[in-house]
């Protein structure tokens, strides 16, 4: 009896096994994120056999040229090629964007799983550093850091990570409260586990789904800061190309030259939307059964 | 059987101070377990059976605390043990079963990394021999086709199938004592009876000690060899099963069996116990049992009401036991036990 019953409901569930792997490609938005995203970061990685164009050699003689069969998309102000200049742009851009979301996700996670697991001292104390950091707008305090510590790629980096944290902390302590009053936790400690071995084997697998949700938008918001800083000047220096350094350099020639501005900001806003596409799939795909 | 109890607990008491008040959830209770033996603890809703439970593994919910007696397990007192000594004893040499085997078990798991888990932390198996153990302890427990479902996860499986998991994983470092909280409220009955049957044969087999939290007194009678009945967080009746179903000496006692429905009589209405459990932030003076109790007399409202000794192994908490010896004379509860 018991048998027949359990020999029905694997069968029935069978459809569910690795529900990602088997899933993924019936859900339209992570599908069609994957294929954006996809593009263009295979674009940026094979630049160099895409286009013979240099990102950095200036043509003076050429200056602000139209399209042609030369320059896919013209030249800008000092004769470089807008076409490969967007390609090696987004190898930085991506690259940095990608590597500055690793380090709030890790340090993030691990403060709010101490937070939410241990409570008491350790959330009071977490929590109300959460609370400063939240008091102080996002891009207010990544300028004035990257401003401090000078511009570059590594002051991103430090910039993003000491803002960044802040939310992973949050989502994963909200979902530990919750988790850590489930049963199989009291089951892992009646079971005689230290906390270590209960946190990372039963408690992270069970919460850090949303975390990665959160993660793949957050790229998103690291790009467009990455560009903001690149617009503003703080960002990645010249002569190395970079979207947000490109939509600032093209703007004094938007009423002739429109495209210098508005093809570096439209792939930005399309990859950002691909990256949307993948959170957004993530997080149906992701959501417990 | 040896002489010494394998699990002694003597006036235990658990306290949880709240905003309100603070909450005596275990006043004073003791039994004991020898060796291999099988106790049942009953009671209502709320009168400090799981709290006693959860007492003796250490893991009472904040901020409840023990605030005295003793639990003996095994020569250990681990009312006062520290952290890493509870720690040791937990899992290794009491395995636990939980009531709701779905909620239990971690949901992102395998159900066999989940039995091989203790043995790996606890005995320092190998990966490859813990996972032999847990192959072999789930053809014990009897789930058929282990290799397969040890790569199941918890919601692929049947609650039948799960609570064997459960057992599973309480037997999974040969503990001497297993705890169960209400394991079987959860299931339907048929699959009950497979999982109590599957119980009482693994304590026959490994010699282990059962502790059942239960309200359900049918569950008793069929697995234990003991019962010890808690009414507002104090013991009031202990001894064995067929005594204490034949010969109740505690209204309590008498109260619940009378109120378990019976096919074989046919009745208008349920026996039930008047009134209800007295509040623990503020319990009675006296007798705690004696608003609710037909038999209370003056002397019931005053003073204190330990367990009194009435044979070996047999006690009640009543002081005028001989009104329910008595009633049970005039009016046999037990016909078919």
Redesign the interface.
């Known amino acids: 009896?018991?048998?027949a019953?359990?020999e029905g409901?694997?069968d029935e569930?069978a459809e569910?096994?690795g529900g990602f792997r088997r899933r993924w490609y019936r859900t339209p938005s992570f599908v069609a994120g994957l294929l954006i995203v996809g593009t263009i970061v295979t674009m940026c990685l094979a630049a160099p056999l895409i286009t013979s164009q240099s990102p950095t050699h200036q043509d003076l003689n050429n200056i602000l040229a139209s399209p042609s069969s030369k320059h896919l998309l013209g030249t800008d102000q000092l004769g470089r090629d807008l076409f490969s200049r967007i390609l090696y742009g987004g190898r930085v851009d991506l690259r940095v964007a990608f590597l500055a979301v690793l380090l709030p996700f890790l340090i993030g996670t691990t403060l709010g799983c101490i937070s939410g697991y241990y409570g008491r001292f350790y959330d009071t104390a977490i929590m109300r550093l959460v609370d400063v950091m939240v008091a102080i707008p996002f891009y207010v305090l990544v300028i004035a850091l990257v401003f401090a510590l000078g511009a570059g790629a590594r002051s991103i980096y430090i910039a993003i990570t000491f803002v960044g944290w802040v939310s992973y902390a949050r989502i994963i302590r909200g979902e530990t409260l919750v988790a850590k009053r489930?049963?199989?936790i009291?089951?892992?400690?009646?079971?005689?586990?230290?906390d270590s071995?209960i946190i990372g084997?039963?408690l992270l697998?069970?919460v850090i789904t949303q975390a990665i949700v959160y993660a793949m938008s957050d790229i998103v918001l690291d790009i467009l800061a990455i560009v903001t800083l690149g617009y503003l000047g703080l960002g990645i220096q010249p002569p190395t190309p970079d979207w947000g350094g490109m939509i600032a350099d093209g703007q004094a020639f938007l009423t002739t030259k429109w495209q210098l501005s508005t093809i570096p900001g439209v792939v930005v806003v399309i990859t950002a939307l691909g990256l949307s596409l993948i959170g957004d799939g993530l997080a149906d795909l992701l959501r417990?059964? | 059987m040896s002489d010494t109890p394998i699990l002694d607990v003597r006036d235990l008491r658990v306290e949880i101070p709240l905003t309100r008040g603070t909450v005596h959830a275990v006043q004073g209770a003791s039994f004991t377990v020898e060796a291999g033996q099988a106790l049942g603890l009953v009671g209502e809703s709320g009168c400090g059976k799981s709290m006693t439970l959860r007492a003796i593994?250490g893991?009472l919910p904040h901020p409840g605390q023990i605030t005295g007696g003793e639990i003996r397990f095994e020569g250990d007192d681990l009312a006062n043990a520290d952290p890493k000594r509870?720690?040791?004893?937990?899992?290794?040499r009491i395995g636990?079963i939980?009531q709701?085997p779905m909620?239990?078990?971690?949901?992102?798991?395998r159900v066999g990394d989940q039995i091989a888990?203790?043995p790996r932390?606890?005995l320092g198996n190998s990966r490859s021999a813990a996972r032999k153990t847990a192959l072999e302890l789930m053809r014990k427990v009897g789930i058929?086709d282990p290799a397969r479902?040890a790569r199941?996860y918890p919601?692929?499986?049947?609650g039948?199938?799960r609570q064997r998991v459960m057992i599973a994983?309480a037997l999974s470092c040969e503990p001497r004592l297993i705890l169960c909280d209400e394991p079987t409220t959860a299931l339907d009955v048929?699959?009950q009876d497979?999982i109590l049957k599957l119980l009482s044969a693994m304590r026959r087999d490994l010699g282990v000690s059962v502790v059942f939290v239960t309200h359900d007194l049918a569950v008793v009678a069929e697995t234990c060899e003991r019962i010890a009945v808690m009414y507002a967080g104090q013991v009031v009746e202990t001894g064995t099963v067929d005594e204490v179903f034949r010969a109740p000496r505690h209204p309590y006692t008498l109260g619940l069996l009378r109120s378990v429905p019976r096919f074989d009589v046919v009745r208008q209405t349920l026996d039930s116990i008047p009134g209800q459990p007295p509040d623990l932030v503020a319990p009675p003076t006296g007798c705690p049992f004696q608003p609710r109790c037909g038999f209370a007399r003056e002397d019931c409202l005053e003073g204190d009401f330990p367990l009194r000794r009435l044979g070996p192994g047999r006690a009640t908490a009543c002081i005028h036991d001989d009104d329910c010896a008595q009633d049970v004379s005039a009016n046999p509860v037990i016909a078919s036990v």
Do not use: C, K, W
């Open positions: 009896m018991a048998i019953v359990a409901a694997l569930v569910h096994r489930q049963e199989y009291l089951a892992a400690r009646a079971a005689g586990f230290r071995r084997r039963h697998p069970n417990p059964e | 593994l893991l509870l720690r040791d004893v937990r899992g290794a636990i939980f709701e909620t239990a078990l971690n949901p992102v798991m888990e203790g932390v606890h058929p479902r199941a919601h692929e499986l049947s039948g199938m994983i048929t699959i497979q």
